[in-house]
């Protein structure tokens, strides 16, 4: 008896799962009818060999330095006795009669116990890391633990390289918080597969050690938590900080380039920018930026080419026309018009080093503009601009971060792609002016579920979960050329942006030296005292009772006056005779009232004014006592940061008090922790005295308590902490306005900030009267966006999908268990926890579906510090929310699909566009009017050409306004079609020539029949004709022509015989071996 251990091994990187072979790692020999007397009923161990020796079926077989090392030639081994260091198996066999004998519940129970006993060795990864309660029911066993590595499907992510030795973030920064390495803005489109995401476990051993049968479980036991880990492969967040910028074009495309006439980026004395190399590290040096002259900065994007690249199901000119989506720092998100691809047709172009497509601006008219080409964005960034302390974190930002830059078809408004600049080259360190050309690789991802072959007879092995593969698409390189221009700053509107106030965070409130001068107390005086409360007068004016009493009984077209002076001599007498002004207006309906009637009336009116006027003048007086004590604090506020400020109480009175701390808002708070305060004082720097158990916290209160004594003065802690942020974002589109302001529009369109608004601080005494108040002015900015991402999803469904964290090399983080996350989003789930030590940490996030084709865009802020102080990492997150349809179909062969298509309020000028137009067809093609509240009707014809579970796109886009109308997400389910015959062939490498090969088909009609020869590689297979007619039982022979190849390796081709309707009639399987 020969027992041979196998290895499944593919024959190349090209081939698919259909292309393995055997390949032997072990082998062993065993007499079984030599000595019955010695292996019956007991276990048998028999030693594998490997290396270089003779063995049976003389083959090479598989050899290790340890293998290699046994010469033992002992091949049957007792019990016990197997020699370390050597591979063996251990069986046992026995007879029918035994088996039938032998209880089922034994057998069961011995290989649980063995299961159990296997899963117990030290060499389980979970050992110790999970403790279970013995006296818990039922008593679970400890789980598998496996990682994702061992359970997740095959995935090949990006990796993008960079030549630069020095990376950015090893510089020393003045910083309170270190990001990630991870700190990029570069993130595939990736798509939401529900499909794949499901939860598996490993069968677990729930039996009880003492043979307790697991059958009969304690009733309302608590059910034990086991360790799992998601099959589903994670979105990465691929580490970018480093793209591939250095130049991969060759001095002919270059020189293409620099050809067409780009505008020159130029110093304020009209020079030339100084060149960087993005090939060369850059060195930065803060005290260089803090002693330049030109403070100011004008930082330039110029988007110049873009060079197509072949991508399987779109043609060769693909993209025709493109547009930007991008942010900067914070300034708003900006959206480009329309850019064309030209390329000169004197120029010649090789298919394997295809030019830059120069790009030209496009009008709303869609004539292309024949002045400059390229396309330039600047934003002007100086002491105007930025905060007090904000300079040194935007130099921090420039040395570390990219710039996520989404490039979209803007006919198809399809996503082609995304791609990272550097901004470290925009650092001027002293110069006047620097520029650097980067080019970068535009990137997609597919998902691609192989379909699987049945390798066993038993239907039932096979797994439930097909293997995904993640797929990197290079889509095309864009070059960029960035640039920085100094700029003078006039020293009489210089602001100390980079210099820190003394004490920022504290809040002294000021000393009241004068009272109330006297006067009119009413609302327009009020508000002229309270100038600096814009909220507090805006309530003054509306709590005026006597406008709304006067003005009940006026129609529309009347004048109301907007100043009622109670004060003026003659203030009562004006008031009566503007009610005998109504009355007189209302005397055709009241000609019978009599002249006492109308004096009653208004007797009556001024009895019900005299309350309320003593009543304003009580509010009033009221206020100008509460302004006195109110202290006024400027805060901004950005997503996600912590705010911390200190109020300086002070006791007034001789006598002590315990003093209610009062907040309007949620989201500003007192900090009672003493261990978070002396955190946010460390953060800050703030030199004050730290107090231990300084509030006194009760159930019920409306806020802490804190001890006083007369005439004590004590700081007060505050945090303002915002998650929740405007999501208001732009239409789906092309811009058609010009970019080139981008800088001036910054403050005037902030968006995606927090709310500004006004929070009130009031510290009562004892007897509820307030001691103090401080008035909070929030005022918004914008916030930094590390990463982005897109994910696509049937609509009406939650999202449910897992984003991979980065590792973290910050050394300041020394526990990664205090990584914590927040949505901006409150109806978003959104969580992280860690699975296993030493293993990748997801946050996993539930979206709620909206309808198709919405779009669903929030932030999710990652941090690494046990209170959240400041967001490590900010993403920001678009769902883009599709019309599922579902399509089971055969590799080669056409299959039709219904699409309805429904018209909104207005006629609309619709046409459609699909992700891959080789193999999906959408009929009506051209453009067609979509009337309002209309059905039309659109025919799908899907004809896909590689196997397994793939997603592609169909937009219906208004070719009008650039708008997108409706959108389809096509979930194919391909099938591999039956083979016919299957064909070898040998082709030379290097040789340049290629191989013709003929293949014979035999018509199998009695008629004349035309067919159609496809494949599913026509880059490396073409046929003589594509298409041929004969006769009913004639041969015809087909002519194949073998583009060579550069490199050896295998790959198999499908060759496919169609009818004139694309329905499939013979496959035929070519293998192609280059050698």
């Known amino acids: 008896m020969i027992l041979c251990l196998v290895l499944v091994t593919q024959l190349s990187a090209t081939s698919t799962s259909r292309a393995a072979f055997l390949q032997c790692v072990r082998w062993g020999i065993w007499f079984p009818f030599q000595e019955p007397a010695d292996w019956k009923g007991e276990e048998i161990q028999i030693v594998l060999r490997g290396g270089a020796k003779p063995n049976p079926h003389g083959v090479m077989v598989y050899s290790t330095e340890m293998s ?60 110790g890391q999970r403790n279970i309660p013995p006296a818990s029911p039922p008593d679970s066993p400890q789980g598998p633990g496996l990682s994702l590595s061992q359970l997740a499907a095959t995935s090949r992510y990006p990796t993008i390289s960079h030549s630069s030795s020095a990376l950015p973030w090893q510089q020393s920064f003045p910083s309170l918080l270190h990001p990630s390495p991870l700190a990029s803005a570069h993130q595939l489109s990736h798509v939401a597969c529900s499909g794949v995401s499901n939860i598996a476990h490993l069968e677990m051993d729930l039996q009880r050690e003492g043979g307790a049968s697991p059958l009969a479980p304690d009733e309302g036991a608590q059910l034990q938590e086991l360790p799992f880990t998601p099959v589903h492969a994670p979105v990465i967040t691929l580490g970018m900080n480093v793209p591939s910028s250095c130049s991969a074009s060759s001095r002919s495309a270059l020189a293409h380039l620099y050809s067409a006439g780009f505008p020159n980026i130029v110093d304020s004395d009209g020079q030339v920018a100084e060149v960087l190399d993005p090939t060369e590290p850059v060195t930065f040096d803060p005290r260089r930026e803090e002693i330049d002259p030109l403070q100011g900065n004008l930082l330039v994007f110029q988007f110049l080419a873009f060079t197509r690249i072949p991508t399987a199901g779109v043609g060769p000119d693909w993209p025709d026309n493109i547009y930007f989506t991008f942010q900067f720092y914070r300034f708003p998100p900006v959206t480009s018009q329309q850019l064309k691809l030209l390329i000169s047709d004197n120029v010649q172009q090789k298919a394997s080093f295809p030019l830059p497509c120069v790009l030209a601006s496009i009008s709303k008219d869609g004539t292309v503009n024949s002045g400059s080409p390229g396309l330039q964005v600047q934003f002007k960034v100086d002491e105007s601009f930025l905060r007090q302390g904000e300079k040194r974190w935007f130099l921090r930002y420039l040395a570390l971060h990219t710039m996520h830059i989404d490039i979209w078809d803007s006919d198809s408004l399809l996503l082609i792609g995304s791609t990272a600049i550097e901004l470290k080259f925009m650092l001027r360190q002293g110069r006047s002016a620097v520029q650097a ?62 210099v820190m106030p003394s004490h920022p965070h504290i809040i002294t409130p000021c000393v009241v030296t004068g009272g109330f001068r006297g006067g009119s107390l009413s609302s327009r005086n009020t508000l002229r005292l309270n100038a600096r409360n814009a909220a507090q007068a805006h309530r003054l004016e509306i709590d005026g009772d006597s406008e709304p009493l006067f003005g009940r009984g006026i129609g529309s077209d009347s004048f109301v006056p907007a100043d009622h002076n109670l004060s003026e001599a003659g203030g009562v007498r004006r008031k009566l005779d503007c009610m005998a002004a109504v009355h007189q207006r209302e005397g055709k309906e009241e000609a019978e009232v009599t002249g006492r009637t109308k004096e009653a009336g208004l007797a009556r009116g001024l009895n019900k004014m005299k309350p309320s006027e003593q009543h304003s003048k009580a509010e009033c007086i009221a206020n100008m006592l509460s302004q006195a004590i109110t202290t006024q604090h400027l805060l901004y506020a950005s997503l996600g940061s912590a705010e911390y400020t200190e109020f300086v109480l002070r006791n007034p009175f001789n006598t002590p008090q315990t003093v209610t701390v009062h907040i309007d808002d949620p989201e500003f708070s007192v900090i009672t922790d003493t261990e978070e305060w002396g955190y946010f004082k460390a953060l800050t720097k703030t030199p004050t005295r730290l107090e231990e158990n300084m509030f006194h916290l009760e159930e019920g209160a ?92 049937p609509e009406l469904c939650f999202l449910k999908k897992a984003i991979r964290l980065p590792p973290w090399h910050d050394p300041s983080v020394a526990d990664v268990s205090h990584i914590s996350v927040r949505c901006s989003d409150p109806n978003i789930i959104c969580q992280t926890r860690m699975l296993v030590p030493g293993e990748p940490q997801d946050v996993y996030l539930k979206v709620p579906g909206s309808p198709s084709p919405l779009i669903k865009m929030f932030f999710v802020m990652v941090f690494t510090d046990k209170w959240m102080a400041a967001p490590s990492q900010i993403w920001q997150i678009y769902v883009h929310f599709l019309e599922r349809v579902d399509v089971s179909c055969v590799s080669g062969q056409r299959s039709c699909q219904s699409l309805v298509l429904r018209g909104k309020q207005a006629v609309r000028k619709v046409k459609c566009f699909s992700s891959h137009p080789q193999e999906i067809e959408v009929d009506p093609e051209a453009v067609f009017v979509l009337p309002p509240a209309a059905v039309q009707e659109l025919q799908l014809k899907v004809q896909p050409w590689r196997a397994g579970s793939r997603f592609l796109y169909v937009n219906a886009v208004d070719v009008e306004n650039r708008r997108l109308v409706a959108s389809w997400l096509l979930c194919l389910n391909v099938h591999r079609p039956v083979l016919s015959k299957a064909f070898e062939v040998c082709v030379p490498v290097g040789s340049g020539r290629g191989s013709s090969r003929k293949i014979t088909y035999t018509n199998p009609y009695t008629s004349s029949r035309s067919f159609l020869l496809r494949s599913d590689h026509p880059d490396l297979l073409q046929f003589k004709e594509d298409k041929f007619q004969i006769g009913g039982g004639e041969s015809y022979t087909i002519g194949l022509r073998f583009a060579p190849s550069q490199s050896p390796g295998s790959v198999e081709i499908l060759v496919y015989v169609n009818n004139l309707q694309e329905r499939t009639e013979e496959t035929f399987c070519v293998k192609v071996n280059y050698s």
């Not at 260091?85 to 649980?112: H, V």
């Not at 405007?726 to 589109?733: E, I, P, R, S, V």
């Not at 918004?780 to 999803?793: A, E, M, N, S, W």
């Open 437 to 498: 050309l980067q080019e970068v690789e535009v990137l997609t991802t597919d998902y691609v579920v192989e379909d699987i072959l049945l390798t066993s007879a038993d239907p039932g092995q096979r797994t439930t979960i097909s293997p995904m593969t993640v797929q990197t698409i290079i889509r095309g390189r864009l070059h960029v050329r960035t640039g920085n221009i100094g700029c003078p700053v006039d020293p009489s509107k210089r602001k100390a942006a980079d």
């Open 702 to 793: 409306p806020g802490p308590r804190v001890y006083l004594r007369p005439k004590e003065s004590l700081h007060i802690p505050l945090k303002y902490q915002s998650f929740i942020c405007d999501h208001t974002m732009a239409l789906q589109g092309p811009s058609f306005l010009p970019t080139g302001k981008g800088s001036q529009l910054a403050k005037k369109n902030l968006s995606n900030i927090v709310a500004a608004k006004t929070i009130k601080v009031t510290f009562k005494a004892e007897d509820g009267k307030p001691m103090a108040i401080c008035q909070v002015n929030v005022e918004p900015t914008p916030h930094v966006v590390d990463q982005t991402f897109r994910l696509y999803h």
């Open 68 to 127: 290699a090392k046994t010469q033992s030639p002992v091949t049957l081994s007792p019990p016990g006795s197997a020699q370390e260091g050597k591979d063996t198996i251990t069986f046992r066999l026995s007879s029918s009669l035994e088996r039938k004998a032998s209880s089922p519940k034994a057998s069961l129970r011995t290989k649980q116990e063995e299961v159990s006993r296997q899963r117990r060795s030290p060499s389980s990864p979970l050992k």
